[in-house]
């Protein structure tokens, strides 16, 4: 019971996000801040939208599972000779369905219903740690880009000095080459880049619907310190879904229990015999089916192994998933001191510019140009990459501990 109260106040709250995002698309056609632009993309997917509409349509599966079977309406006449005229009857019949039939359809309808609710909960997780990953993603991008783009500049003004010296001795020559061979390697990475930049900026402005320019103020900031974050139990939604599975089957063995009691049908009943007679009776129709050959135990039997089936799944499951988020705790409490002791330790942009100070004056020998900017360039690669290790981490633990939808980008 504690798990649907939690899919309920996740659904209103998700209800608030999503109603904003539609309801004012103005401010997802020109986001101001990293946050806004974050939680536009994650409610504008498609794949979240889809899930809402078919919770929708689960709801509406409850009022159908709740109808009653309509009143069933029998006449008939003959011709007998005997009285020289005809015999008519009719009954109206009215069905009880027993055993609470109609009540168990309608808790196989709520069931799926949230199960649909905990799989519109199972989006949004991944939802939010894609569209996470993805716009951390687009900021690195632009500082790689940025760091490329310095490399370039520094290689191309070394190889005019080479030009401009003139005759090349034979150590200058091979130098002159490998300057060369480097500026086309850093062109190429750079063209790589700019087209991960791209195909993540196309997808961004097609989940909007517009085409903005997603300047660096839109995107998040690399994080000095990161949050704290537990798993105290299990509240996501891979949890909720193991519980809406047992309940629906809980909800299938009501209904066969159910279907072995039979219909009854009753109603009035009329009969006008005419001719010689011409007279009009009134009684009541009576149909009752006799359960003598059928108890559904079959059927009973099914239905609660099945029970039983999602209910040992759901405890392997869930053994699975706290020993999961304790090994997920453990990669991003290393994943994001790695990254705030090396931040700490290096100013990494500081000493890059100092570099390009002593390159100017001819300070540093040449030799050791390439092999710096590929030191700077690959701790940038390797600090993206623990970064997104961390990031996957954090929205993985915020959706394990049923915080989703309280967090900031």
Known sequence: MGQRILIYIFVLLFSIFA???????????????????????????????????????KTAGISQASQMINPSLSYQTTNDDSINGVISEASLQHTFELGGKRKARENIAKAHRDISQARLLSELENTTQRVAIRIHRLRQIITELQLIDENIETYQSILKQYKRTGRLNPEQSVS?????????????????????????????????????????????????QWPTVTVESIKGSTKMILEGEVHLAASQQELEKSESWPNLSVGPRIEHVGGNINDTYYGVAVNLPLPVLSLNRGGRTKASREVEKFKLKETLQTRRLNKYARLLVTSYQASTKAIERTTRRINIKKRHHELHKLLKRG?????????????VYDYYNRLHQQELT???????LYALNGSLTKKEI
């Open 390 to 396: 961390a990031v996957e981490a954090l929205w993985t």
């Open 176 to 224: 002159f080459s490998i300057f060369e061979i480097a500026e086309e390697e850093n062109i190429l990475k750079k063209e790589s880049l700019l087209q991960e930049k791209n195909m993540i900026v196309s997808e961004f402005q097609s989940i909007l619907g517009v085409e903005i320019d997603i300047t660096s103020d839109l995107l998040p900031k690399m994080k000095s």
């Open 19 to 57: 109603s904003a995002a539609d309801q004012n698309s103005n401010n997802c056609n020109t986001p101001k801040q990293p946050n806004e632009l974050f939680w536009c993309l994650v409610n504008l997917t498609p794949e979240v939208r889809i899930q809402k509409a078919d919770i929708e349509v």
């Open 363 to 375: 300070i540093i020998n040449s030799a050791l140009v390439i092999e710096l900017h590929r030191e």
